[in-house]
């Protein structure tokens, strides 16, 4: 089954940064992790109850599944850096 995918206004707003190339490979990366949501490079953050992250290149994104109604919540898209989680 797949799953279902609500991404929060903070994240958009990020998204909207981006430039057409970025956008399509994170595009596609949440067509992957709409299928299974540990695919690819998904690990489990330290420190953060329950929070995923996933690399697509220089990006990171951030999520939370909610398991119950099989939907993964889009917390952050971020350029990887210092202070990224």
Known sequence: MKWGLAITSSAKRQLRR???P???DINRAFSEMCEDPFRGDA??????DGALRRRIGDWRILYELNQEHKVIVITA???RGSNTY
């Open 22 to 24: 970025e956008l399509s």
């Open 43 to 48: 690990k489990f953050l330290r420190g953060l």
């Open 77 to 79: 898209v971020k350029r």
């Open 18 to 20: 981006l430039s057409a």
